[in-house]
């Protein structure tokens, strides 16, 4: 046991001495963590708005003042006809047109939307806000209650999901170049030689990227918590034992990388086509599941951060208990012992 105690503590000493990696390990985080929490966010605010309408009546006016008071939508002009509203939009003077008809006041209806849909998400969100706003028939906002987000912030949807990406990263990119390099240098060759067993060699050397990854989760949900105002709904100890399950996966699927690549730059580009692109684009980070292609799907069902960040939304957002996510720790957990054994069956037939 001291012996293998040692060579975590060498790992370690080496990892902690390499301060371009401790910078992308904590710093990647960080960063990512406030662009998608500030900058990069779908929420709608201060959408330029061209108000079109012929009647002065009071529930128009009330209507355009609901409107501009919002934190939504901006009143940048009123106009008289649709088309200049239209021409407005084309000229990228405005993002949205409200087209109020005569008979808004007597009827409540005839209001129609002129949209710039470039952006067809925004612009479905765009008109969604709008009709909360002025679309109801007794002249008031729509009582609308927005369960799990009542402030709608895409804070909510980003963090689970940069957990999920950066666990995986981390743990997986990381772990796979580490053992890559050790057999580019021929040091490998060296530790194996070694009185203690292969295998307590490689677990040596995995074991401070995955202390690293639960230091980077610890940071990640007091960002969430403190900075983002994302609350944590669910029980913290179920949280951080299915973020546990996932980071041995991801530190499997490093292993395994570890031993299909010869060298670091193999090992960097399988691990940018084996995880980050289907981590962005298939995981449902960014893009819903249910709404790609059956084929995309299907090839989904074979990404473990779909299921991570699944499981992280209705635990931290939703405050499910485990059984409602006993499906996504069931397939993270399958995966993980089928990505350990064939690790660990490929590196000993590397040793022989």
């Not at 990228?92 to 849909?117: L, M, N, P, T």
């Amino acid at each position: 046991m001291r012996k293998f105690l040692s060579f975590v503590i060498k790992e370690a000493k080496h990892i902690l001495r390499d301060k371009r990696t401790m910078l992308i390990l904590f710093g990647m985080p960080v960063v990512l963590m406030l662009l998608f929490g500030f900058a990069i966010t779908t929420d709608v605010k201060n959408v330029r708005t061209v108000v079109v309408t012929s009647s002065q009546d009071h529930l128009t006016r009330r209507a355009i003042d609901r409107l501009a008071a919002s934190e939504y939508f901006t009143v940048v002009n009123a106009v008289a006809t649709p088309a200049e509203a239209e021409r407005l939009i084309r000229n990228q003077k405005a993002d949205f047109a409200i087209v109020f008809g005569q008979d808004f006041a007597s009827k409540k209806s005839g209001v129609q939307f002129i949209v710039d849909g470039s952006d067809p998400n925004m612009a479905q969100q765009w008109t969604t806000y709008a009709m909360s706003v002025v679309a109801n028939q007794q002249g008031g906002p729509v009582n609308m209650k927005m369960l799990y987000n009542p402030s709608m912030k895409s804070a909510y949807n980003f963090v689970p999901a940069i957990m999920g990406m950066l666990l995986m990263l981390i743990c997986a990119m990381m772990t796979s170049i580490s053992i890559v390099r050790e057999k580019e240098k021929g040091t490998m060759e060296v530790l194996l030689v070694s009185p203690v067993r292969p295998i307590m060699i490689i677990v040596a050397k995995v074991v401070p990227y995955m202390l690293l990854a639960v230091l980077i989760l610890v940071t990640i949900l007091l960002m969430s918590r403190f900075v983002l105002d994302v609350p944590l709904q669910g029980s913290l100890v179920w949280i951080v034992l299915v973020s546990l399950i996932y980071i041995i996966l991801a530190l499997s699927l490093g292993l395994l990388i570890s031993n299909i690549a010869k060298t670091q730059l193999m090992a960097l580009l399988l691990s940018a086509m084996v995880l980050l692109m289907p981590i962005v684009m298939l995981s449902g980070m960014l893009f819903p599941i249910e709404s790609m292609p059956k084929v995309l799907q299907w090839v989904s069902a074979i990404v473990p951060p779909r299921y991570y960040i699944q499981a992280m939304r209705k635990l931290m957002i939703m405050g499910v208990g485990i059984g409602e996510v006993a499906r996504e720790v069931a397939i993270l957990g399958g995966m993980t012992v089928a990505l350990l054994a064939l690790s660990l069956v490929k590196f000993k037939n590397r040793l022989e």
